[in-house]
């Protein structure tokens, strides 16, 4: 499959001046997908260099690289440790990860992750694990629904939307089924937003995305070589605070420890102060990378 059909990668010049590539490092992309991103990694190692990819989505797998500096490991990237140590990988230079949706993924519409395509509410990115979208909707308590859509949808009108779900629920198995039963909820004018911040919801509570992350995170601190870097592109703000806060502190809630200087401790450097975002001309390339933004952190030789 070519990469340009399955997903174009997002800020890749950026992603790959980020990270420093050594010619005969040791690095890892946490959000195979397509392969865009490894790809282009792969062209700045020599044969000595080695990358490894993640990904627990079966049609992401059929990517795999025919080039023997390449790993794919089909798993989450919240094993990242214990599954680079089944490889004897102590300690890598550098790590990208590309969160969210891949284009494939929005397209296919058996997956359920898109509005605009009407399929079996499903949502999940390894269709071998977890519970489907339709069954959470139909089968979580008033208060668990109004959880997922108040923090991870940030909805404002979130105890109406629960409402509509509650009395609708037996029928909401595909798509345009949830849409309908919503549809008197979505502000005139803004429907698509309002489908986006609902799905978005759902999608994160499906994979149990921020836990994921959080994971990933902790566990960046111990598999990067001091002065490795970690580069993560982001597209919506709970990520984005995530990382933002992680980088700037080693804590997720961002509260800051300063030694008798004044100096912030944690195990990262910031060296991107403010987000990297997509120019103009990429926006209009591949409009999905919008809400991109790429932030860049250097592990420490702090605890």
């Keep these: 499959m070519k990469e340009g059909a399955y997903h174009t990668p997002v800020l890749l010049k950026d992603c790959i001046e980020a990270l420093l590539i050594k010619q005969n490092g040791t690095y890892v ?17 020599s044969a000595k260099g080695r990358l490894f ?30 599954a680079l140590l089944e490889k004897n990988v102590k300690q890598i230079d550098g790590l990208l ?9 929005f397209d296919t519409a058996e997956r359920g992750f898109s509005t605009r395509l009407d399929s079996e509410l499903d949502m999940r990115m390894n269709k071998k694990q977890g519970r489907p979208a339709s069954e959470i909707v139909r089968t979580y308590s008033e208060e668990q629904l109004k959880r997922v859509f108040w923090e991870y949808g940030e909805l ?46 759902l999608r994160i509570e499906v994979n149990d995305e921020l836990s994921a992350l959080k994971e990933l995170l902790e566990q960046s601190k111990e598999v990067l070589k001091p ?19 992680f980088f700037r502190s080693g804590k997720f809630e961002g509260e800051v420890e300063t030694d008798v200087y004044g100096n912030v401790k ?32 250097e592990r420490t030789n702090e605890k």
Excluded: W
């Design 53 to 82: 990819g993640f990904d627990c989505d079966a049609d992401a797998v059929k990517n795999q690289i025919d080039d023997k500096r390449f790993t794919l490991i089909p798993r989450n990237f919240r094993e990242l440790k214990s």
């Design 97 to 105: 990860a590309d969160l969210g949706v891949s284009s494939h993924q």
């Design 227 to 245: 002065g490795a870097r970690i580069a993560v592109i982001s597209y919506h703000s709970l990520e984005d605070r995530l990382v933002k806060n």
């Design 29 to 45: 992309d946490v959000t195979f997908g397509g392969g865009g991103h490894s790809q282009e990694i792969l062209k700045h190692l």
């Design 266 to 297: 944690g195990p990262f450097k910031v060296i991107s102060r403010k987000p990297i975002l997509p120019s103009e001309t990429e926006i209009e390339r591949n409009s999905r990378a919008r809400s991109a933004k790429l932030r860049i952190a």
């Design 156 to 201: 404002r009108n979130t105890p109406q939307v629960v409402k509509k779900i509650m009395a609708n629920r037996n029928q909401l198995r595909t798509v345009n089924e949830l849409k309908e039963a919503i549809a008197s909820c979505a502000e005139r004018g803004k429907e698509n937003q309002f489908y986006a911040k609902v799905f978005q919801a």
